[in-house]
């Protein structure tokens, strides 16, 4: 496999791809709580001087009206998508009142269920379908478990790259379905390889007590209000956080064999009841709590690191968009937000991700076997409460359809080797010594887990006698400072309040023009294929 891997690193070593290659795009969206400077998730609505959430292209929210979420435009660099985060972040800071952005992924202070509000889109079809649907994951999951926020990165390889790479490989089938298989290659390898996103880039080994609601835990106590374990990366991916759990019991699981399996086994989740969904039931009097009783209600609700994306158009389900016009991009959705950053994320974890999804991509990625999808979610919870405890092993597939233990620092470093030829090619592309450099960063954490952010946190948390939650608010009001004190160009403040002016009026203009009932509406989605 190796070998394979040097090859086409030596077929991509000339001017056409190292100019392809550069044009690639980045994109990230990342999910923020607004909380109160003492503690506790924020009551009041979202800020109208940042416009609609259900039409703001850049500020919107995830589950809770108190979780924002900020995201970039595709991106030509990792220099424009820094930047651009740290516009959006930027003028959010501008338009809070008595509000700080909570720096970890793992929540604040939470006073129970009630405490966190559902997000709130409007009067319109389509906003009251994303309310409902966020009701139905609380009920479903608990809402603590929804306003765990975390940072995704979206990678796309440009048009131009495509049609060379296509050429490489002397494939002739139409481009868009070569480029669909290819992304699929690279989301099986993401999963794969996707424990080392955690061990190297986790940071949240730690949780405030009330997040578990005085719920019984295997979690150590760190102090009178933490619980943590002493080699956890990110327990916001191990068993503590927002998984699925019925996939398995009513016999679907995602399928990466290709998109087609992708999508039917999407399709399959949302449309298979499941009984302890129907026990909650559909409505409450004439309030509908969840959008149907099934294993899924739409197929964002499906959790994974890594999912295959297209952009969908007006009302369209994911899988539909994705049937119509094949993957345009790759969501890696493990990345904890980095609580020693203001932007929730540095260039050096950027410029790593970038050589990670080349290398998926050239690295050869056979389908999953059932024994491999079982290591693959073993090894993630492992290495998110484990990650680094000296001599873990993780469980690896082999040529022989089988498993095999092999030590995390052992793979780890046999990957991260893997990528420095990946690594020079992005700089070569790009005329700079960034990517080489991420790389070596990570090979250091990797012999080094002290070096890591997780091991970072627990190591400020002790030295300074303080759990979670003052870690944690003290980051928080230290990212509040360095926004307060770094001023937003006058025309880019006027960009983002024209968008936030639009917003609201493209929400009002939606509102009108409803014509059909709720229920009518439903319909109408879930039979659109």
């Not at 990792?78 to 338009?95: G, K, P």
């Not at 302890?276 to 209600?297: F, H, S, V």
């Not at 952009?311 to 539909?320: A, L, W």
């Not at 000296?390 to 022989?400: A, C, I």
Request: charged share 20%; proline share 4%.
């Amino acid at each position: 496999m190796y070998q394979l891997l040097q090859q086409r690193l030596s077929l991509l070593a000339s001017s056409d791809f190292e100019e392809a290659l550069s044009t690639s795009k980045i994109g990230l969206e990342k999910e923020s709580l607004r909380v109160l400077p003492e503690g506790g998730i924020s009551q009041a609505p979202h800020p109208v001087a940042w416009g609609a959430p259900l039409t703001n292209p850049q500020i919107t929210t995830d589950f809770s009206e108190a979780l924002a979420e900020l995201v970039t435009p595709p991106c030509d660099s990792v220099t424009e998508v820094i930047q651009s985060l740290d516009d959006i972040q930027n003028f959010i800071y501008r338009n809070l009142d008595n509000e700080i952005l909570w720096a970890t992924s793992m929540p604040c202070v939470v006073a129970g269920e009630t405490s966190i509000p559902l997000a709130q889109y409007g009067s319109s079809n389509a906003a009251q379908m994303k309310t409902v649907y966020r009701r139905g994951l609380g009920l479903r999951y608990g809402r603590a478990m929804q306003v765990i926020a975390g940072v995704h990165f979206n990678y796309s390889f440009s048009d131009k790259f495509w049609q060379h790479y296509q050429q490489l490989n002397n494939n002739t089938d139409d481009i868009q379905d070569f480029i669909s298989d290819q992304y699929m290659g690279v989301v099986r390898n993401l999963l794969r390889y996707g424990w080392l996103v955690p061990y190297l880039f986790g940071a949240s080994p730690a949780v405030c007590k009330s997040f578990l609601n005085g719920k019984r835990t295997m979690l150590q106590e760190f102090n009178s209000n933490t619980y943590y374990e002493p080699y956890a990366t990110s327990l916001r991916l191990g068993d503590i956080g927002y998984q699925n759990n019925k996939e398995d019991l009513a016999g679907v699981k995602a399928c990466y064999d290709s998109l087609d399996a992708y999508i039917e086994s999407m399709r399959c989740a949302i449309n298979t009841p499941y009984p302890g969904y129907e026990e909650i039931g559909l409505k409450a009097g004439d309030e509908y709590q969840q959008l149907n009783t099934n294993i899924l209600q739409i197929e964002n609700e499906y959790y994974s690191s890594v999912r295959p994306k297209q952009i969908v158009q007006g009302d369209e389900k994911p899988s539909t968009a994705l049937k119509k016009r094949g993957i345009a991009y790759v969501e890696l959705r493990s990345l904890d937000v980095n609580a020693f950053d203001p932007h929730g994320i540095n260039s050096e974890q950027l410029y790593f991700l970038e050589v990670f999804m080349l290398f998926c991509l050239l690295q050869p990625s056979p389908e999953l076997s059932k024994s491999e999808v079982t290591a693959i979610d073993e090894n993630l919870v492992l290495v998110a409460h484990q990650g680094r405890k000296p001599g873990l092993d993780l469980k690896r597939d082999n040529l022989q359809l089988t498993t095999e233990n092999i030590s995390l620092q052992d793979w780890a470093t046999e990957l991260c080797n893997k990528m420095k030829g990946v690594a020079s090619l992005l700089d070569r592309a790009n005329y700079c010594e960034n990517y080489f450099s991420s790389v070596k960063s990570q090979i250091a954490s990797v012999f080094d887990p002290d070096l890591t952010p997780s091991a970072r946190m627990l190591a400020e948390m002790k030295e300074n006698n303080e759990g979670f939650f003052y870690h944690a608010q003290r980051m928080s009001k230290h990212h509040y400072q360095y926004y307060k004190t770094h001023p937003l160009a006058e025309d880019k403040v006027r960009f983002f309040e024209k968008m936030a002016s639009e917003s609201l009026e493209k929400q009002k203009q939606i509102e009108l023009e409803d014509s059909i009932s709720f229920d009518e509406y439903l319909e109408g989605y879930f039979n659109d294929v």
